[in-house]
């Protein structure tokens, strides 16, 4: 375990090392200078030359990297171009959003996806099996911001249960928070749901076709005994890395369902941060949304070792 | 096989549309119609007409051209780069190409995709051009993925042995004998992607990243009647279905499809 475990954490360090400079690489080319672009068009030259030196944008490439990365360690984020406060403060602010909405629609998804899994398998071939693969065939088709639109003039234009959108906050208190999240997550976890309900029910029947489980129903176990207490065990490991993907992506992919929603989270934030140019706030947004895929995968990973002790010793 | 009737079916009538507006449609949609706005459906405009008393099936026509050309160009791209690197990566098993190509591979999956996507059209400028590069970027490592896994048990086979043995180069028996066999994988994995690239156009023309005006997408349509959709519904139910509908098309042509092409699972039956 102690050698997978490093062999993993090394992997992962590289992984961001990697990713650190693609991302840098990537804004290095974006046209347009970001202190130009604060102070329009009749700036003078040496009010220029001093912002791009507040700016730390005076340096080379490599030394503003470093600069950067060194920052990011220290928890120093820099300062957002636009709005002039520490880009780490507005990170945090926006989680209390994400956060909370990629949990929220995860959770959804998981408390869908088990039970309409494990019922289809357990009933294969029967109507009710047909029937949750025909729902998940069209929740993996929707368009969820379209979803989230239907969603919208039903439950808050027309039965006024929801509100339409924005987020009114958790000092509000708890309910409000979760009301207006609410619409978001079901948008975001329908899809999602579908997809992991899908792989619930093939790993469980891929499971439930091994040896040991006939076995198990030869020697006596009931058929609810065999799923509960041998099969869903061994069926969670594709799931476990399905639900791992899932939650990073409702973390990064909450974009479009924030922009319905007018929700202030880090999606939109990147979206805002990329249209005035705020490149400090792009590049930490995205380098800690895939930190936070590569430490979820990681995390997987991780569960795998404890759900199945054969693959402890695997790379 | 039901399932997969149904999905020819419905992608044909999209593709059809597409390609008939390639020569014609029944409408201008460049000429706005102020009188006719908003009206349902009817003789003269099936589907209706929208904010500016445009015909929506005219719309909705040359919108399946810019989602499916989009999509398909992004399929392209996945395999265009994504097979052959696959393939080298197989054909060179743990040496360095391979260790390159699947590292590589793992780095763009840990992207998220959307984000980057946005980043992209956001740094280039928006448009179709760039929703197919942002969009076909992240087909590339599911191809060679998909390519070096399928690759990597065929290259164990006896034939192929036997083509080493004649003294065929790696090279050419990934092209001659290894590639034809994983053409199945690829047909299939080529369904789910152009279904994807689908939804994902979608998105991004909603958020504005997409084809620009006056080129049509189902995405844009969507965005454009956001704040009317409440007083016509039709304008939301409309190119929401059509996204739907070829998503669905595709999906289901692609599980019929796999149940179809693979024995495995045909015996498997499920």
């Known amino acids: 375990m102690g050698r997978f475990l490093i062999r993993r954490l090394l992997g992962l360090i590289v992984a961001l090392a990697v990713a650190s400079v693609v991302i840098f690489l990537c ?24 912002l791009r030196a507040e700016l730390g944008l005076d340096g080379s490439a490599v030394q503003r990297y470093f600069d950067w990365i060194g ?43 088990f039970p309409a899994g494990i019922w289809a398998a357990s009933r294969r071939g029967s109507a009710a099996d047909l029937g949750v693969m025909g729902v998940t065939q069209l929740g993996v088709a929707v368009p969820n911001f379209w979803f989230a639109m239907l969603m919208v003039l039903l439950f808050a234009i027309k039965l006024r249960w929801f509100p339409s959108g924005g987020f009114a906050g958790w000092d509000e208190g708890l309910f409000a928070g979760l009301k207006s999240l609410t619409l978001p997550a079901i948008a975001l976890a329908l899809p999602q749901a579908s997809i992991l309900t899908r792989v619930m029910r093939s790993s469980l029947l891929d499971t439930l076709g091994e040896d040991y489980i006939r076995t198990a129903r030869a020697k006596g176990v009931s058929r609810r005994r065999a799923i509960w207490a041998h099969g869903l065990r061994n069926a969670l490991i594709p799931v476990l890395t399905i639900i791992g993907l899932q939650f990073s992506f409702l973390l990064a992919g909450a974009i479009i369902i924030e922009n319905v929603f007018y ?17 400090i706030v792009v590049e930490s947004v995205v380098l800690l949304l895939v930190f936070a895929v590569i430490a979820v995968n990681f995390a997987v990973d991780m569960a795998y070792g404890l759900v199945d002790p054969r693959l402890r010793g695997r790379r | 096989m039901k399932g997969l009737w149904l999905g020819a079916i419905l992608v044909s009538v999209f593709v059809g549309a597409a390609l008939l507006s390639l020569v014609w449609v029944p409408y201008d949609i460049i000429q706005m119609n102020m ?39 992004a399929v392209g791209i996945g395999m265009g780069l994504g097979v052959p690197l696959g393939l080298t990566a197989a054909a060179r098993r743990g040496g ?11 780095l763009i999956f840990a992207f998220p995709s959307l984000l980057i996507a946005i980043l992209i059209t ?27 896994g399928g690759a990597l048990s065929l290259w164990t086979r006896d034939y192929i042995l036997a083509a080493r043995v004649a003294g065929k180069g790696r090279a050419r028996i990934s092209i001659e004998h290894i590639l034809p066999n994983l053409t199945n994988l690829l047909i299939v994995q080529g369904t789910i992607q152009f279904s994807l690239g689908i939804l994902a156009e979608a998105g991004l023309s909603y958020v504005g990243l997409g084809a620009q005006p006056p080129v049509p997408s189902w995405g844009r349509m969507l965005a454009d009647t956001q704040t009317m959709y409440s ?20 999906n289901l042509m692609g599980d019929g499809l796999r149940d179809l092409l693979d024995p495995r699972v045909r015996r498997a039956a499920r």
Not at chain 2, 238 to 248: E, H, R
């Open chain 1, 71 to 113: 920052g990011m360690l220290r928890g120093d984020f820099g300062i957002s171009y636009t709005y002039r406060t520490p880009v780490s403060g507005m990170i945090v602010d926006r989680m209390w959003v994400s956060l909370p909405l990629a949990l929220y629609a995860l959770g959804l998804s998981v408390a869908i996806a």
């Open chain 2, 96 to 106: 360095w190409i391979d260790e390159i190509v699947m590292r590589g591979n793992d």
């Open chain 2, 122 to 148: 956001a740094i280039f400028g928006a448009s179709a051009v760039n929703a197919i590069i942002a969009i076909g970027i992240f087909n590339i490592p599911v191809f060679a993925r998909l390519v070096r």
């Open chain 2, 35 to 73: 009188a006719q706005r908003l009206q349902g459906p009817s003789w003269p405009h099936p589907l209706g007409t929208d904010h500016y008393g445009r015909d929506m099936l005219s719309m909705i026509m040359l919108g399946a051209r810019t989602s499916i050309a989009v999509a398909l160009v």
């Open chain 1, 27 to 50: 804004l290095e080319v974006v046209p347009g200078d970001p202190a130009a672009y604060m102070l329009g068009v009749n700036a003078r030259p040496d009010t220029l030359a001093a």
């Open chain 1, 263 to 279: 929700l202030p989270g880090l999606g939109r934030l990147v979206f805002q941060a990329i249209s005035s140019r705020d490149l």
């Open chain 2, 231 to 250: 007083i016509a519904l039709h304008l939301a139910l409309v190119p929401g279905l059509s996204i739907l509908l070829t998503v669905l098309g595709l």
